[in-house]
T-cell receptor
């Protein structure tokens, strides 16, 4: 069965550094998402992306965050200048359409900011 | 603002028991509700999706119900097995149907052999 794949599985970075988290959504899916889960807290929506543009973003997704689909397969989340509070598990997800199709999640990237 | 709550936060049962996990949401204007399973250090796996017009969905030993008007859903697991041990998350999509999910905090289930 097709899967959403995320790399790396774990990323350690120093505060103030830029990080790029990478995702390969399922090939025929059209909608892409980033969620995050801070340890012990709920999974939170960050951003949705459709037709090569952001369709919705949460208040967490400030100017430090950006997303890009640089080619036909990759979907990236960039954090420009990481903060300690950015430490979390970041999940990429995709869906074929929004008509009651289940969301498919990747295994996540654990980001640790020191 | 939609809020999703799951009770209990943790549950431990002996193998073979039937059990019910609860989910409630504050805004009944939802498009659908999904139940996910999360294993430690892993992603989320969709178990069941209930459309807003449906009352329940079944998959194997799992049955999910939806009472939209009261803002409640339950996940029933029959004849629980140690392999069912995981965190179960409930999430709703708003009526505007952007695909964005609002999650509950999850119920961590331990099934003891």
């Amino acid at each position: 069965e097709p899967e959403v794949t995320q790399t790396p599985s774990h990323q350690v970075t120093q505060m103030g550094q830029e990080v790029i988290l990478r995702c390969v959504p399922i090939s025929n899916h059209l909608y892409f998402y980033w969620y995050r889960q801070i340890l012990g807290q709920k999974v939170e929506f960050l951003v949705s992306f459709y037709n090569n543009e952001i369709s919705e973003k949460s208040e967490i997704f400030d100017d430090q965050f950006s997303v890009e689909r640089p080619d036909g397969s990759n979907f990236t989340l960039k954090i420009r200048s990481t903060k300690l509070e950015d430490s979390a598990m970041y999940f990429c997800a995709s869906i074929v359409d929004t008509n009651n199709s289940p969301l498919h999640f990747g295994n996540g990237t654990r980001l640790t900011v020191t | 603002k939609q809020e999703v709550t799951q009770i209990p936060a943790a549950l431990s049962v002996p193998e073979g028991e039937n059990l019910v996990l609860n989910c409630s949401f504050t805004d009944s204007a939802i498009y659908n509700l999904q139940w996910f399973r999360q294993d430690p250090g892993k992603g989320l796996t969709s178990l069941l999706l209930i459309q807003s017009s449906q009352r329940e969905q079944t998959s194997g030993r799992l049955n999910a119900s939806l009472d939209k008007s009261s803002g409640r859903s339950t996940l029933y697991i029959a004849a629980s097995q140690p392999g069912d041990s995981a965190t179960y998350l409930c999430a709703v999509t708003g009526s505007s149907n952007t695909g964005k999910l609002i999650f509950g905090q999850g119920t961590t289930l331990q099934v003891k052999p």
